[in-house]
């Protein structure tokens, strides 16, 4: 079979999580390939998520490092076999692939937490939000590129609405909340789709007011998304090139922390929902 040419975010994950395997056992890639009977260009390959592995050789490969984490072994199993396809496919070739990372990242999270200090999450917008957002994009995307990026967010929410939803805790600034991205209708659509959520039991909101005191910011937004082990959690944080995934262990350490002292500027969920409902009355 011959390497893919555009390995998806799931698929590197797999290749990295394989390397720094072999690197932690002090290996280098032209012994692992003599072990597997293969050659360096195929361990490559391998590790840039280029091309596929056995459950079978990498569970080999695991024993030969003497890697001693059973579940963190099991997990890669479980990717490296894992054959889904998503909804998401349908907009291979469509949409950048990005896209479709995101949805495929979110699809398989253990639970998902947000960030916000310039929209409201995607996971929670409405199509009319949604659309303004990507309407203010430069440059301005013709009708033909709008509509699948709107259509695909909504499709994102599945996570939250679908049979077998997910544990989800945004937190949300108070000028996301006041800045209108559109009118007055749509902002007040708006927090009434962000009420209705948060009353759902897997859902979970929290508010930063302007009044909180200890609330440096962030920078940019960003979403904790958990995997099946801690080691496999994934950091999504919008760049100015572009949204980039972090899943270096000292960069999930330092992102679990920030998470944590964000959290603390919070109001209580009671009380955000309070802050919502008088937000939404003032509208």
Not at 103 to 121: G, I, K, Q, S, W
């Amino acid at each position: 079979m011959p390497p893919r040419s555009q390995p998806t975010a799931r698929q590197e994950r797999l290749g990295i999580e394989l390397r720094k395997m072999r690197e932690a056992a002090g290996m280098t890639a032209r012994e692992t390939a003599a072990l597997l009977g293969t050659n360096a260009i195929q361990m490559s390959q391998m590790e840039s998520g280029r091309a596929g592995v056995s459950e079978q050789r990498l569970r080999r490969m695991a024993a030969h490092y003497a890697c001693g984490d059973q579940a963190l072994i099991d997990a890669l199993a479980s990717m490296a076999t894992d054959r889904t396809r998503g909804w998401w496919e349908e907009y291979r070739d469509v949409l950048p692939p990005i896209f479709l990372d995101l949805a495929e990242l979110a699809h398989h999270a253990t639970f998902l937490r947000d960030v916000a200090t310039a929209h409201v999450p995607g996971l929670l917008q409405t199509e009319d939000y949604a659309r303004a957002v990507f309407a203010y994009m430069v440059p301005e995307l013709p009708t033909s590129e709008l509509a699948p990026r709107i259509e695909h967010r909504m499709r994102r929410r599945s996570v939250l609405n679908g049979d077998h939803p997910i544990a989800y805790e945004a937190v949300i600034h108070e000028a996301v909340l006041r800045v209108r991205v559109a009118g007055r209708d749509v902002a007040r659509a708006q927090l009434q789709e962000i009420l209705r959520q948060s009353e759902r039991d897997h859902v979970t909101v929290r508010v930063i007011p302007f009044d909180t005191d200890g609330f440096a910011g962030l920078g940019s937004s960003m979403m904790h998304v958990g995997g099946p082990v801690p080691t496999l959690d994934t950091v999504v944080r919008d760049a100015p090139h572009g949204t980039v995934f972090l899943d270096a262990e000292s960069q999930l350490n330092r992102f679990r922390t920030l998470f944590r002292k964000v959290e603390e500027a919070t109001l209580s969920p009671r009380k955000s929902l309070d802050f919502l409902h008088t937000l939404a009355k003032e509208l």
